[in-house]
């Protein structure tokens, strides 16, 4: 079984830094996009950022030159530093693996996978 676990969130004040990781965990042969979302109360769920395998990025309108996504393939993990953070991003930051590629019984399998979530709250 796969398994997406992250880590780093938390009670920031306005202005300041933090960084989260998601760590995939389980047989895995290889990740296609690695992708952080974000819900906050009352709100749908919007993509922040994505990084493919090969590292190209792209980002929400609304994080762009303040949030940056990168990963380490060898470790299956994504990164997601931000820094001079606003309250308006409070949620709940979700990892999302696609094209996760499992290998059983000599069968290959796709699948994509979540994370539960790791709250970050921007307050002062």
């Known amino acids: 079984q796969v398994q997406l676990v992250e880590s780093g969130g938390g009670l920031v004040q306005p202005g300041g830094s933090l960084r989260l990781s998601c760590v995939a965990s389980?047989?895995?042969?290889?990740?296609?996009?690695m992708v952080w979302y974000r819900q906050a109360p009352g709100k749908q769920r919007e993509l922040v950022a994505v990084?493919?395998?090969?590292?190209?990025?792209n980002y929400a309108d609304s994080v762009k030159g303040r949030f940056t996504i990168s990963r380490d393939n060898a470790k299956n993990t994504v990164y997601l530093q931000m820094t001079r953070l606003k309250p308006e991003v409070t949620a709940v930051y979700y990892c999302?693996?696609?094209?996760?590629?499992?290998?059983?019984?000599?069968?290959?399998?796709?699948?994509?996978?979540w994370g539960q979530g790791t709250q970050v709250t921007v307050s002062s």
């Open positions: 990084i493919t395998r090969g590292g190209s990025t």
């Open positions: 999302n693996a696609k094209g996760v590629i499992t290998v059983k019984s000599g069968e290959a399998y796709a699948d994509d996978y």
């Open positions: 389980g047989s895995i042969f290889s990740i296609n996009d």
